[in-house]
Each structure stands twice: as C-alpha cells, then as structure tokens.
C-alpha cells in the first residue's frame, strides 16, 4: 500500500498540533512543580482541572480547541497512533474513531506518524 504526500502532510500537520499540545501540559507541571516548591501549592487546583489543547486534526488552519484533563490528554497520548480532535475534523482516509466524547473524538491513525516534525515545511508545489 502506498501512502500520497498529502496524507503524509496531513499526519505531520497532526503531530506538530501534538508537540504544540504538549509543550502546554509541560507548562503546566512546570507551573505546578513551582507551586509545590514555594509551598504555594494549594492555590493550584487539585482536581486535574481541564485545560484547553488544540485540536490535532489534518487541517493545518484549524485553530478549535478542547477541554481535556491534563491526566487525560496524557493518558490517550501514551499511544502514539492516537490523536484528539474536535468532532466532525476526522478524514476517514488517515484516521478512524476509537472512542467519540461528548466535545472531542480519539482517533487511530492508520499511518506511521513520524516521531518528530521540527517544523512545517514549505513547498513549490502548486497545488492550484
Ligand atoms: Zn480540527
């Protein structure tokens, strides 16, 4: 089975979302590693307080977000096949559903996402 650049570009479209993603859920334990050393710790909420991710679908323009507990986005992350994504954003050509929320969808890619994108590469295809 061959796979055609624009899939390709598609997954890498969803894995810079995720390291984006990422880089927020860092933020936080940094924010919370802070507050416990400071012994500030209780004004941090206790309660895994959701935080708003982007969504990690195919569409490099789609700026949606949404609400996941942090100990959940990195749960549903601990498989690199699987992505977040708003409902509605999945293409059924990469990805297929695992689990539909009320809010978001866990989706499987069906293509070996790559285990870094440093970042988005320009092209001189036209694609007009
Ligand atoms: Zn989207």
Known sequence: M?????????????????????????????????????????????????????????DENCAKRLKIKPSRYTAIHKNRYHFVIVNGHEVANIERIVRKLPGYSIVEKNIEPPETVSSLQPTDIDNS
């Open 2 to 58: 061959s796979e055609s650049l624009s899939e390709r570009r598609m997954v890498e479209n969803e894995v810079v979302f995720r390291q984006y993603n990422e880089s927020i859920g860092q933020g936080f334990d940094e924010i919370r590693q802070l507050a416990r050393e400071t012994d500030q710790e209780h004004l941090i909420p206790k309660d895994d307080t959701p935080l708003y991710f982007y969504c990690e679908c195919s």
